[in-house]
Structures are given as C-alpha cells and as structure tokens.
C-alpha cells in the first residue's frame, strides 16, 4: 500500500511541477519535450501507445497557439469521458453532461472565433481531439513491463540548451506515467478514477493559485461548469447503482 500511496502524491507532485514548467514556456515547448517520454513508451509497441502517440503530438502542435490556461482546462474533459462511457447507464444523466460540455466548449470557441479570447476556434476543437485519443489509449492500455530508458538521455541536451523547463515538462511526463502504472498494477487500481478527476483539477488549480498566471474569466466559468457537472453526474450515477435494501 505505502508504494501505491507514494506513487499517487509523486504524480500530484508532478503534475505541479510539469504545469509550472509548462507555463514558464508560455506554451512554447520543443516536440522533443513530448517526444522524450513517447519514445520512452514505443519499443513496447501496441495500438494502445501508438494511439497514445498521436494523442500526445496533436496535443502539441496545438500548443503554441492556445492560451496556457485553455490547454490546461481542456483535459478535464478526459475523466467526463470515463462518465459518460462508464458501466452505469443512464442516457438522461449523458445526454444532460454531454449537452453542457457541448454548450460550454462551443461557447469558448465562439469567443475565439470572435476575437474576444486568446487562440483558435479550430486548435481547440483539436485539443478536445487530442484528449479524445488519450482517453482511448488509457482506456485499452496494458501495463508496459520493460521501458527503454535512454530516451530520458535526451533530456541532457534541452537542459545544457537553456530549455530546462522543457526538460522538467518531459521528465514530469514521464514520471507521471510510471506513477500510474505502478497504481495500476498495485491492487489499489480501483484508485485510478479517481486519479483522473484529481489530476486535472491539481493542474488547473495550479495556474488559479499562481500568482505569475491569469486565467480569463470565460475558461474560469467554463471548466468549473464542465468540472461541477460531471462530478455531480458522476455521483448521481454511483447513487443510482447502490443496490436497494
């Protein structure tokens, strides 16, 4: 249990450092940053990774266009998709969740479109994308046994370069990943849904907190909306599967 346990609050850890090293970049990170802990995972092959792989990449050439603060709120999408495609059935409970996370999204990109938020209507329909692909990669993925590690050398080069922040973005990346398979392959996997609402929500609130962030009010709005639904769909629905006495 203590092994499950350290690895969960190093992923919190991590996932603060990565979100701050992102945000010292301004969004303007190297592929190699993502590359690092993809080529970490590819000898392993699987469609699971190679899903994973263009997940991650198109997350990446989105980057440099969005605002920091929407690329971050944007993968809180990732545990409503865990809801909406969960075991426990109720169509009115997804059609509610999916019309408000449809409402919320559309209206971010409606705001873009206009000139009054940062970025691109089109990037962040990519983003949602990329998210989509992730979540899909998670969902059928297998623990990798054996991971090569010299991609990690990699890293070297970004530091001696100046691009620290890069390093600690990709060196996250892939730490994070080994904290959740260590999780997943511990008998404490049952743990990891709720990770994946925490996650987002420690990387979101990262840049709420910071005072070297700001956040507009329009991605504020929309993620707590998107975070507050899906929580409470995602009680109701727990509620409904208790069995009746």
Known sequence: MLLAVLSILLSFVLVVIGVMAFGISGGDLPLLALAIPMLWLIPQGGVATWILLAGISLFGLTLGTQPLSLSIAVWTLFPLLMVIFSRRKSIHLIIFIISVVVAMEAGIMALQYEGKLAGSAYSTLLQICSVVLVWIAARSWKPVNRNAWWPLVL????WIGGLQHAA????????????LQSVGRSKYSDWLPMMSWLLPVIGFST??????????TSIMVSWLMILLIGWVTDFMMQVDDEPID
């Open 155 to 158: 890293v070297i080069p970004l």
């Open 168 to 179: 600690l973005v990709a060196l996250s990346i892939t730490g994070l990943i080994v904290c």
């Open 207 to 216: 840049l709420i907190v910071s005072p070297k962030f700001e956040v507009p």
